[in-house]
């Protein structure tokens, strides 16, 4: 890291008192159950035959599920620099109705 990136990095810290995330894919994982979070997919597959239509649950894998935003491990960074930080799940079917609050956040 360069002098300058490390002072001006400095200066940051010292002012910053307060970071808020907003994103549709925070997960709050809870201590008390495995640090795996697992995710679920739903598939409509009509049978081309008799037309029946069959509803498929899949597990998805950590893969698919890696830009997910991981609010403990976020929250207790800042808190390691004394900076106090909220993670807010902004859901996309609520966005619009929402969106005012989220600005003034």
Same mark, same amino acid.
């Given at each position: 890291?360069? *002098?300058?990136?490390?002072?001006? #990095?400095?200066? $940051?810290?010292?002012?910053? !008192?307060?970071? $808020?995330?907003?994103?549709? #894919?925070?997960? &709050?994982?809870? +201590?008390? $159950?495995?640090?795996? %979070?697992?995710? &679920?997919?739903?598939? *409509?597959?009509? +049978?081309?035959?008799?037309?029946?239509?069959?509803? %498929? #649950?899949?597990?998805?894998?950590? *893969?698919?599920? !890696?830009? +997910?935003?991981?609010? /403990?491990?976020?929250? +207790?960074? &800042?808190? !390691? /620099?004394?900076?106090?930080?909220? $993670? %807010?799940?902004? *859901?996309?079917?609520?966005?619009?109705? /929402?969106? %005012?609050?989220?600005? #003034?956040?």
């Amino acid at each position: 890291m360069s *002098e300058f990136l490390g002072i001006s #990095r400095g200066i $940051v810290e010292d002012f910053l !008192q307060t970071a $808020v995330f907003l994103d549709d #894919r925070a997960i &709050f994982p809870d +201590d008390n $159950v495995t640090n795996r %979070v697992e995710f &679920f997919s739903t598939i *409509e597959i009509e +049978d081309p035959n008799t037309g029946e239509i069959s509803i %498929v #649950r899949n597990l998805l894998s950590n *893969e698919e599920s !890696q830009h +997910d935003l991981n609010a /403990k491990t976020i929250i +207790d960074t &800042f808190m !390691q /620099k004394g900076i106090i930080c909220s $993670v %807010v799940k902004c *859901e996309a079917d609520t966005y619009e109705s /929402k969106k %005012v609050n989220y600005i #003034r956040l």
